[in-house]
């Protein structure tokens, strides 16, 4: 009976320490309930094929020489309205020759350049810069898109760093870009895929609206408009000027028809009558 206190207090202190030993190996982010911050990518690919992979809100921060074409990949779904930052950190002024410029370019999976909504996709850095930084809002991505259209839909997307318009003399020398690019959630369902509003609003035949004023639907005017069945009774209704047009042009017609006819054969008994052989006793007497 005096053995059984003791056991439960080594079984407690036990315990203890394993949990302890737990939350050490967990570490920070178990222990204070905040993930663990993401991995800094430190490469680069150099095509579509080699690009490296980064998600969204990863750190990027790789070493390059300037001329070099850098690309990485993000994977983007419907929804999300993506952004892209580059800072470029340039190198000393004193071993540059002149200005050079920088451009960001999105591709989608099909290698379709993406047009960005917002921010400069390119700059210009002057000689004595020493950084030059680059952004681009993409549009959002679309769950459905018409097969001949360019809109964006989900799938991988490819980032491209690219220097162009720098002397010859500064290709080579190294350059950092720091890279980050962020997700945004939206409605699954973008803005376009509904429509909200009619296209032509609603016009009441007859009236006359006042300068400003917005047309309203009158359920007297719908309700005024002929029926298809209306109209195709006044198309065939008796007397009706469609018919007096009909009958006038069916007798013009046929006066042409009968007129044409005749001057076409007439002449040509008129030429027999004219060729006819004189007779002997003519003849004869001449």
């Known amino acids: 009976m005096r053995a059984t206190p003791r ?11 394993a949990g302890g030993l737990l939350l050490l190996a967990a570490g920070p982010a178990a222990a204070g309930g905040s993930p663990a911050p993401r991995p800094t990518v430190g490469t680069a690919g150099t095509s579509f094929l080699t690009a490296t992979v980064v998600e969204p ?35 000393p002024a ?8 920088y451009t960001a370019d999105v591709f989608d999976g099909l290698r379709r350049r993406q047009a960005c909504t917002a921010g400069p996709q390119n700059a210009t850095a002057a000689a004595g810069a020493a950084s030059v930084r680059l952004r681009c809002t993409l549009r959002q991505v679309r769950a459905w898109a018409e097969p001949w259209s360019d809109d964006p839909l989900p799938g991988t997307y490819y980032l491209r760093l690219s220097a162009s318009s720098l002397p010859e003399q500064d290709l080579g020398q190294r ?12 409605d ?3 803005a ?16 006359t609206l006042a300068p400003g004023a917005a047309p309203e ?3 007297s005017a719908a309700s005024s408009a ?24 069916g007798v013009l017609a046929a006066a042409a028809a009968v007129g044409g006819y005749n001057l076409t054969r007439h002449p040509r008994h008129w030429s027999s009558t004219r060729r006819s052989p004189a007779g002997p006793g003519r003849s004869g007497q001449m």
């Open 217 to 219: 639907a009158s359920p």
């Open 7 to 17: 056991l439960a207090g080594s079984l407690l202190a036990a315990s203890a320490s």
């Open 192 to 207: 376009g895929a509904k429509l909200k509003a009619p296209l032509s609003p609603a016009v009441n035949p007859g009236t």
């Open 226 to 249: 002929p029926k298809p069945s209306d109209r195709v009774k006044g198309w065939f209704s008796w007397p009706s000027s469609r018919w007096w047009w009909t009958l006038g042009g």
């Open 94 to 101: 004193g071993g540059r020759h002149g200005a050079a410029t």
């Open 57 to 91: 809100g990863q750190p990027v921060r790789v070493s390059a020489s300037t001329g070099d074409h850098l690309y990485w990949s993000f994977a983007a779904s419907a929804g999300q309205t993506d952004r892209v930052t580059v800072t470029v950190t340039l190198p």
């Open 175 to 186: 350059i950092q870009a720091d890279v980050r690019i962020s997700a945004r959630n939206g």
């Open 188 to 190: 699954a369902q973008p």
